[in-house]
């Protein structure tokens, strides 16, 4: 339906739209792009209507020039309902309009107040009001501006001064209440989403349920938030609500249902102070890995600004890294070793991906990957899952680390069939993990992460603990029993070899590739550097043949150094550790200890070895070793911790090693002859025995007793790696 426009003429003769009484309902917006426009006047050609419009200016005029306030502009209303405006060479003419698609009751027009200067008498427009229409941003017409004189007043002025004066007024007494707490928060932000979350009641079991984050004052930044998760238990609905400065560390999961790097997982836990020493974490699983990023990643800041904890790792940061790679800090404020409640402490988490960390109280700060690559911390935070202002822009670079997958294949011996892979109805799959409780196949094996690809096939490994025969087979009474080299008798009914296949990791990360000719084994950083400007700071390695190297060029302003300076001994070696006083202690390869002498600034790699006895008694062989100011402590390869008794300033020898306890996977010492662990099991009644990977700070040593009782447990689960060398 098509509908003509009603035309009136304003004070100063122009033409322009007055009404509207019937529009179609097939017309479903109006949009600028619709309406045709110049700024030009349709030209009458009718000398007659010429002479009416120039007298009906002069009427108008006249009136201006009577009215109470001369000063003041005449306002005209003009209201614009559904229409179109054609635009010509010739100037603006107004056509008929297919209004199709308006209801009855739909209300689209157009106002305008135009203003008539008595002056000049041409017209101005003071405001425009859009009602139902689309305004088309990238095609902003013209056609309101006729021309570009403005209107202005005195008093508009004199009152647009005195409102900023207010404001100014108003906004400086404002200032002194910034220093208090709002009442009321201003702001929040909620993310949901679908997950599933491990039941609490002690069955492995997972349920459906619905996840929120809320996030409140973000307008200067986030000042507290909840994460909460709702599901059913036995039709009832459940709710748990987890504080953010109540969570201590966002973890992401071993795989529940398989061994380290053997398949994917998208689970994560949240760990509370109140689960912690309960060892229950809340444990939701995500339905891609890119939403466990996300949430990880979104829980990790969120918990870190609420903490005020942001940022790079100060220099004397805790380090900690997991059985998966993931690099974690905490920021120990002014507390020492000693004060700091290790189930308290929050653990934030970095980009990159490492096997262990090694530090002290300057920042220096080395890392070694599982393939043996050597990073040195660049000072930058962020990278990985970590993207946008939770990233530093500077000092993020790409990191790769490779690993292997290990599959191991089963046989069992009978009389008609020799070794083969058809085993009793009790025995484990025939393809399994090294625990043998969970069936495998070389098809199947799925890699941890998509960041990762495989960069070999399967092959038989022949470098596994006990040696094996030149199939790679070791040969057992029975599965649970202790493996051996070759068939000696006639009870080995059972066998397995070891297949391993290489995959790479890639990511990023505040870390920088220090170039070695090889790859390390271990690494440690000097606990007490000289704080004077070009003083060398001592690092020590062992390469994966045994080497022994000593970074040069090592300062407080240089922490990547210039080069590697090899260092004779009589034995390869796997371990190192420097102590105080530049002092160097490593475990050879045989099981013998030996001290490194002589170390001085002038002569940083020293002068000579000393042969640290006795040994560990009953042939214990140790494996890692930790040294402080006056206290070293080791760990053997059957996992039992050792402390070296009466060592003083005089004879940082030391008289005979003390076992301490048993079940630790690796021991760090601080400054202050602090202890710190990882546990792999824990020791005690009503602590459960899956958990594994356990962070414990050893309680009571004092300056009279290096050597301290008990242990106060941390996070629990999953931890591998600790270095705490840079709280002083």
């Not at 403005?150 to 005195?162: E, F, H, I, P």
């Not at 836990?269 to 060892?279: D, G, H, P």
């Not at 009790?426 to 799925?446: A, L, V, Y």
């Amino acid at each position: 339906m098509e509908t003509k426009l009603d035309i009136e003429e304003t004070a100063d003769g122009h033409e322009l739209l007055n009404s509207i009484d019937q529009y179609d309902s097939n017309m479903s917006s109006l949009t600028w792009a619709d309406v045709g426009y110049q700024q030009e006047v349709v030209q009458n050609s009718n000398s007659s209507t010429q002479n009416e419009q120039t007298q009906s200016k002069q009427n108008c005029d006249n009136e201006s020039e009577s009215a109470n306030f001369p000063n003041e502009p005449q306002l005209t209303g003009i209201h614009w309902r559904p229409g179109s405006i054609q635009s010509s060479d010739d100037g603006i003419s107004i056509d008929t309009i297919d209004s199709s698609g308006l209801a009855d009751d739909d209300s689209l027009s157009l106002e305008a107040l135009s203003l008539v200067d008595d002056m000049s008498g041409d017209l101005q427009w003071r405001s425009v009001n859009m009602m139902g229409c689309l305004l088309d941003n990238v095609t902003i017409t013209n056609w309101l501006h006729l021309k570009e004189k403005k209107y202005k007043s005195d008093g508009l002025k004199t009152w647009r001064k005195n409102v900023l004066v207010q404001l100014k007024l108003r906004d400086s007494k404002m200032k002194k209440f910034n220093k208090y707490q709002d009442a009321i928060e201003r702001s929040s932000w909620v993310k949901k989403g679908r997950m599933q979350v491990l039941k609490e009641d002690g069955s492995p079991r997972w349920t459906d349920c619905r996840v929120e984050l809320e996030l409140s004052g973000q307008d200067k930044g986030c000042h507290g938030g909840s994460l909460t998760v709702q599901y059913y238990y036995h039709g009832l609905p459940k709710t748990i609500q987890v504080f953010l400065n109540e969570i201590v560390c966002v973890y992401r999961n071993t795989p529940s249902s398989g061994p380290v790097q053997t398949m994917a997982t998208c689970e994560f836990s949240v760990y509370t102070i109140n689960r912690l020493e309960q060892f229950k974490p809340l444990k939701i699983k995500t339905r891609t890995e890119s939403d466990l990023e996300d949430w990880v990643s979104l829980l990790d800041v969120a918990c870190s600004d609420i903490r005020k904890t942001g940022g790079p790792a100060e220099p004397r940061a805790v380090w900690l890294v997991s059985d998966q790679g993931d690099i974690f800090f905490n920021q120990p404020a002014d507390l020492g070793a000693d004060e700091m409640i290790p189930n308290t402490l929050f653990w934030q988490q970095f980009g990159g991906h490492l096997k262990q960390i090694e530090t002290n109280c300057l920042g220096i700060t080395w890392g070694i990957g599982h393939d043996g690559s050597t990073w040195v911390y660049t000072g930058g935070y962020g990278g990985g899952m970590f993207k946008g202002i939770a990233s530093s822009s500077n000092g993020i670079n790409t990191q790769t680390d490779t690993m292997s997958m290990y599959i191991y294949e089963n046989q069992r011996w009978t009389p008609l069939l020799g070794y083969s892979d058809r085993g009793l109805p009790t025995d484990r799959s025939m393809w399994s993990d090294e625990t043998g409780k969970i069936g495998m196949s070389k098809e199947k094996t799925s890699l941890p992460s998509k960041h990762c690809h495989w960069v070999s096939d399967w092959s038989v490994d022949y470098h596994v603990t006990g040696g094996a025969d030149k199939e790679g087979w070791q040969y057992a009474t029975d599965f649970p029993a202790k493996y051996h080299r070759k068939r000696g008798s006639l009870y080995d009914f059972v066998r397995r070899r070891r297949w391993l296949r290489r995959y790479q990791r890639s990511t990023t990360g505040p870390w920088q590739e220090v170039h070695v000719s090889g790859h390390l084994l271990d690494i440690s950083v000097q606990i007490d550097p000289s704080k004077l400007d070009g003083a060398h700071i001592a690092i020590w390695a062992i390469d994966t043949t045994g080497n022994i190297l000593c970074r040069m060029g090592i300062t407080r302003d240089n922490h990547m150094g210039s080069q590697w300076q090899h260092v004779m001994a009589d034995h390869p070696c796997h371990a190192i550790s420097v102590g105080a006083k530049g002092r160097v202690w490593i475990l050879a390869n045989d099981g013998s200890i030996w001290l490194r002498n002589g170390i001085t600034q002038t002569n940083p790699t020293g002068t000579g070895w000393i042969h640290i006895t006795p040994s560990p008694p009953n042939n214990f062989k140790l494996k890692q070793i930790s040294a402080g100011f006056l206290s070293v402590w080791a760990v053997d390869t059957k996992d039992n911790l050792w402390y070296r008794k009466d060592i003083t300033k005089t004879f940082p020898e030391g008289t005979m090693w003390v076992m301490v306890c048993g079940k630790v996977r690796m021991v760090s010492v601080s400054p202050k002859d602090q202890v710190w662990i990882i546990a792999n099991r824990l020791e005690g009644e009503g602590h459960p025995s899956d958990v594994s990977g356990v962070v414990c700070r050893r309680k009571d040593i004092t300056d009279e007793d290096k050597l301290g009782k008990g242990w106060k447990y941390g996070l629990g689960g999953g931890c591998d790696y600790i270095c705490i060398r840079g709280i002083t």
